[in-house]
């Protein structure tokens, strides 16, 4: 651990027991970011910040508050702390809140999972500028004269976090973290200027794919999008892209959200135990990938991180719940959210499984739309690519998928053997049969 944050972290709790705090959480953060964008040959935007700071978690008389500070002169954090403490003293009682039972802070895991790039202090403004325009090169080749616009970026970050509280928990997380992209507008018939795009992110440099594969995919995305129409409304089998499946399942997790169990805006309210998909849909929560994008040995409140298993074959096993979140609905916390979510592959190709439907539709983005927490109705825009004989026949767009998510993942029938590996869900393109799709 970093000797002088644990040595400021220890005084914070120190004074802040003496001053009269209840229990006290530190976290001292240090975080560099750089930002680069380049656009239509042109180096568009760059931006660098560094960044330091102390939060704390102050627990007095049954109160609660957070508090920040970037001074961290010894003066300044004595009234810092007073401050704080005199502050929360002010605030509405609270019984649920206080630090979790240190017993959910046993049993951390010691696996190195390699979250921080030992080579990140020797990327340079160089390679970052070089990265950019590679991306934004070989998707200008790819997009030919159907490019109207290329927009390219690259993101890095290292951050360095230690937490101590009150009730004995230490921690100390050192990360970094890269993304690549790139966008791509295409000229198309009339006034039309369907866009696309492509990225990836990793915890290392060199765990991203080459920013030239990254430009071509970009332009085969936006491509496949010239000429889109609308079809007649129909119910037919469709695949979502690997990319694009969290837009559809993120309102399905946002639902075991212990937040919203809580507050009664969660369609999987008494769900738990329940079939609430197929038996294609497992989700597992792993945070102990190797180089995993959310991969944790504890998370934001301390929890000891554990492998679970959320749903089995389409039943609904566990909820995310936080420690205060749990106090308040009366059941044992499991975990604020997800850390690598993962909803096993299958066997088959997207292109085999398209020669099995022979007809249906591959969606490769979604516009717009809104889901009911309380309901799990849903109703989303679309794009993507008519098959025909299991053969790509036209794109099409303006058109839309609508449903329940309580019946929706019913209708999961096959995972792609491709999940994508660039993000903490990783996640393959799935199968779902009977959708309808709306158009004319």
């Known amino acids: ?48 910040a560094t960044s330091q700071n102390i939060g704390m978690d102050v627990f007095v ?16 954090l004595d009234m810092f702390v007073r401050n704080a403490i005199e502050t929360t003293k002010l605030l509405e009682e609270d019984p649920y809140r206080c630090l979790p039972d240190p017993r959910y802070y046993e049993g951390r895991q010691d696996i190195e999972l390699e979250m921080s790039d030992n080579g990140y202090e020797t990327v340079t403004p160089e390679l970052r500028l070089t990265m950019t325009r590679e991306l934004e090169d070989s998707c200008r080749e790819a997009g030919g004269d159907k490019v109207v616009s290329i927009t390219s970026g690259v993101y890095d970050e290292f951050s360095d976090v230690v937490i101590l509280t009150s009730n004995g928990f230490q921690g100390h997380e050192q990360k970094t973290m890269f993304h690549s992209g790139v966008g791509m507008t295409a000229q198309d018939e009339g006034d039309r200027r369907p866009a696309g795009w492509d990225f990836a992110g990793s915890r290392s440099i060199k765990g991203l794919p080459a920013a030239r594969d990254i430009g071509k995919q970009a332009a085969a995305r936006t491509l496949e999008l010239l000429g889109a129409k609308k079809i007649a409304t129909e119910t037919l089998p469709v695949i979502i892209d690997n990319r694009c499946v969290g837009n559809v399942l993120g309102n399905y997790v946002w639902a075991m959200n212990g937040a919203a169990l809580q507050q009664k805006s969660s369609f999987l309210e008494h769900k738990k135990g329940e079939k609430t998909g197929s038996g294609v849909f497992t989700l597992i929560d792993d945070p102990f990938i190797v180089g995993g994008m959310g991969s944790r040995l504890f998370d934001g409140e301390g929890f000891a991180a554990q492998k679970r298993v959320m749903v089995d074959q ?4 566990e909820y995310f719940i936080d420690w205060y979140r749990s106090r308040k609905l009366g059941v044992e916390p499991t975990a604020g959210g997800p850390a690598n979510l993962i909803l096993p592959p299958g066997e088959r190709s997207v292109a085999e499984i398209m020669k099995d439907l022979g007809r249906g539709i591959l969606i490769n983005g979604f516009i ?8 799990g109705d849903f109703s989303i825009g679309i794009t993507g690519t008519l098959f025909e004989n299991g053969e790509p026949a036209q794109a099409v767009a303006e058109m839309n998928i609508a449903g329940n998510h309580l019946q929706f993942w019913h209708k999961l029938t096959e995972a792609a053997n491709d999940p994508w590996p660039y993000s903490s869900w ?6 779902f049969s009977d959708v309808v799709v709306s158009g004319m």
């Open 314 to 317: 389409g039943v609904l096993k």
């Open 61 to 76: 008389n049954q109160r609660f508050s957070t508090q920040t500070t970037v001074d961290l002169r010894q003066e300044s």
């Open 1 to 48: 651990m970093n000797n002088e944050a644990m040595q400021i972290c220890e005084y914070i709790l120190k004074a802040a027991k003496n001053a009269g705090a209840d229990d006290c959480k530190v976290i001292f953060s240090k975080r560099r970011f750089v930002e680069m964008s380049h656009r239509d040959h042109k180096l568009e935007e760059v931006k660098e």
């Open 426 to 431: 990783r996640l393959p393109s799935l199968v």
């Open 368 to 375: 717009g739309g809104n889901s009911n927490p309380n309901t």
